[in-house]
């Protein structure tokens, strides 16, 4: 389902096959390192499992560096995906219960749509008309000033700057930076993992802590970058419980 013109402006849209409303809506974001060769179709175990347990699953593909992506391109395109749920005219889609779930770099792109609402007009991604009730982060880079030695520069191809070249866009693109956020969150990480420090979790659910923010850390012990989209790792039973856990009614 395309959500704009752009060829990697699309999504997988699934819904359960029962005919029972969905639990809720979960928004799928991919990763590898915001950059060309990872795309959504390596989240689809993680979706068929969200669906088998009665989700309606919106899986999202954006332009990433290289292929026409960066910034602003990847920041407009993860807005306009979450933004399309709005225009949708389906019952089975409870964007009330909605949840967004992102590995890795797309930890980082779903910590960053919960931020939408405090961005200043004109930014990239400002006045959502979607906004989720819960993030869970899977082993995400919530703070991009510091990850910025992580992927060989992978941030600053993202962001197309450094910290001190350009503040306001990490203000602008950073979740660890916007807290609070005003939107509950979970950060699933696994304590081996090589790829993105445990730290990034850590330090994020201080910070959003600190700020007011309803945050927590699930460390996975042993689990390495990749086994918390692996559905047959506890890693993965982790990631589910707290999707089950933010959409939970209040």
């Given at each position: 389902?395309a959500y704009g013109g752009q060829p990697q402006q699309f999504g997988?849209?699934?819904?359960?096959?029962?005919?029972?409303?969905?639990?809720?809506?979960?928004?799928?974001?991919?990763?590898?390192?915001?950059?060309?060769?990872?795309?959504?179709?390596?989240?689809?175990?993680?979706?068929?499992?969200?669906?088998?347990?009665?989700?309606?699953?919106?899986?999202?593909?954006?332009?990433?560096?290289?292929?026409?992506?960066?910034?602003?391109?990847?920041?407009?395109?993860?807005?306009?995906?979450?933004?399309?749920?709005?225009?949708?005219?389906?019952?089975?889609?409870?964007?009330?219960?909605?949840?967004?779930?992102?590995?890795?770099?797309?930890?980082?792109?779903?910590?960053?749509?919960?931020?939408?609402a405090k961005l200043a007009p004109g930014d990239p991604g400002a006045?959502?008309?979607?906004?989720?009730?819960?993030?869970?982060?899977?082993?995400?880079?919530?703070d991009l000033a510091g990850g910025m030695l992580l992927g060989d520069?992978?941030?600053?191809?993202?962001?197309?700057?450094?910290?001190?070249?350009?503040?306001?866009?990490?203000?602008?693109?950073?979740?660890?930076?916007?807290?609070?956020?005003?939107?509950?969150?979970?950060?699933?990480?696994?304590?081996?993992?090589?790829?993105?420090?445990?730290?990034?979790?850590?330090?994020?659910?201080?910070?959003?802590?600190?700020?007011?923010?309803?945050?927590?850390?699930?460390?996975?012990?042993?689990?390495?970058?990749?086994?918390?989209?692996?559905?047959?790792?506890?890693?993965?039973?982790?990631?589910?419980?707290?999707?089950?856990?933010?959409?939970?009614?209040?």
């Amino acid at each position: 389902m395309a959500y704009g013109g752009q060829p990697q402006q699309f999504g997988e849209l699934t819904f359960p096959a029962t005919r029972d409303l969905p639990r809720g809506t979960v928004l799928v974001v991919h990763g590898g390192f915001w950059r060309a060769g990872t795309d959504l179709t390596v989240m689809r175990p993680v979706v068929d499992a969200l669906v088998a347990a009665n989700f309606a699953v919106w899986n999202i593909e954006y332009r990433t560096v290289n292929a026409g992506g960066g910034w602003p391109s990847t920041f407009d395109d993860v807005a306009m995906a979450a933004d399309h749920l709005a225009t949708l005219r389906s019952t089975r889609l409870d964007l009330r219960r909605l949840v967004v779930l992102g590995h890795s770099a797309g930890g980082h792109l779903a910590g960053w749509l919960a931020m939408r609402a405090k961005l200043a007009p004109g930014d990239p991604g400002a006045a959502p008309a979607v906004r989720p009730a819960g993030v869970v982060s899977l082993a995400g880079v919530l703070d991009l000033a510091g990850g910025m030695l992580l992927g060989d520069g992978a941030v600053a191809d993202l962001v197309a700057a450094t910290p001190a070249d350009d503040p306001a866009r990490f203000r602008a693109t950073s979740p660890l930076e916007a807290v609070p956020l005003g939107v509950p969150s979970v950060c699933v990480h696994g304590t081996a993992d090589e790829v993105v420090p445990l730290s990034q979790s850590e330090d994020f659910v201080a910070a959003a802590t600190a700020a007011g923010d309803r945050s927590e850390i699930v460390r996975v012990e042993g689990a390495n970058h990749l086994q918390l989209i692996d559905v047959r790792h506890p890693g993965w039973a982790a990631a589910l419980a707290a999707v089950e856990r933010l959409s939970a009614p209040a």
